[in-house]
Nanobody
Framework: QVQLVESGGGLVQPGGSLRLSCAAS????????MGWYRQVPGKKRELVAA???????NIADSVKGRFTISTDNAKDTVNLQMNNLKPEDTAVYYC??????????WGQGTQVTVSS
């Protein structure tokens, strides 16, 4: 069974940076896309950024210009470079992987807290 392992979360001051990383425990067959979602208590999980195998990128308007997503298809890894972080970025961030057969995998979530 595939497991997505996340790292890089933590506490950072406004304006600071963090880099999230997610790696699959096993190679994912027919991998189509990998990305990041985030969720705060009482709110639905929302897309932050995702990239397909063809390097097509979807990114939330709220993080454009500040966050950058990258993947390493050879290692089934996705990274999220987060710059100029704001308090409203505080959330649990979840790694996601999708296959061409519509299978979804989710990480356990990593906490990002932006506070002075």
């Amino acid at each position: 069974q595939v497991q997505l392992v996340e790292s890089g979360g933590g506490l950072v001051q406004p304006g600071g940076s963090l880099r999230l990383s997610c790696a699959a425990s096993r190679s994912i067959a027919s991998l189509y896309a990998m990305g990041w979602y985030r969720q705060v208590p009482g709110k639905k999980r929302e897309l932050v950024a995702a990239v397909t195998s063809g390097s097509n990128i979807n990114i939330a308007d709220s993080v454009k210009g500040r966050f950058t997503i990258s993947t390493d298809n050879a290692k089934d890894t996705v990274n999220l470079q987060m710059n100029n972080l704001k308090p409203e970025d505080t959330a649990v961030y979840y790694c996601n992987a999708k296959t061409r057969t519509a299978i979804n995998y989710w990480g356990q979530g990593t906490q990002v807290t932006v506070s002075s």
